[in-house]
């Protein structure tokens, strides 16, 4: 099975940085665009980064200056550089990816578990 595992969530200041991770591991065939959701209390889930399989980024307006989604392929794994946070940024976030499990498969979405990500001073 693939698992997607989110070790970087946590407190912080307003105005300070935090970097989260989520690695891939599993059957793993190849994995296609990679992208960082998250969800506020009351709130729908928002997309907040995306990259794809070569790098390239888009972010939501919210975040754009301040966030920077990153992969290394080499480990299956995907970043999200989070500088001058702010309370608003307050959420569980999630990553994602689309993943092929063997090259008959199709490209399907894998949900890591989400970490809690808390911006208060």
């Known amino acids: 099975q693939v698992q997607l595992v989110e070790p970087g969530g946590g407190l912080v200041q307003p105005g300070g940085p935090l970097r989260l991770s989520c690695a891939a591991s599993g059957s793993i065939f190849s994995i296609n665009a990679m992208a960082w959701y998250r969800q506020a209390p009351g709130k729908e889930r928002e997309l907040v980064a995306t990259i794809t399989s070569g790098g390239s980024t888009n972010y939501a307006d919210s975040v754009k200056g301040r966030f920077t989604i990153s992969r290394d392929n080499t480990k299956n794994t995907v970043y999200l550089q989070m500088n001058s946070l702010k309370p608003e940024d307050t959420a569980v976030y999630y990553c994602?990816?689309?993943?092929?499990?063997?090259?008959?498969?199709?490209?399907?979405?894998?949900w890591g578990q989400g970490t809690q990500v808390t911006v208060s001073s």
């Open positions: 994602n990816a689309a993943i092929k499990i063997s090259r008959w498969s199709t490209f399907r979405d894998y």
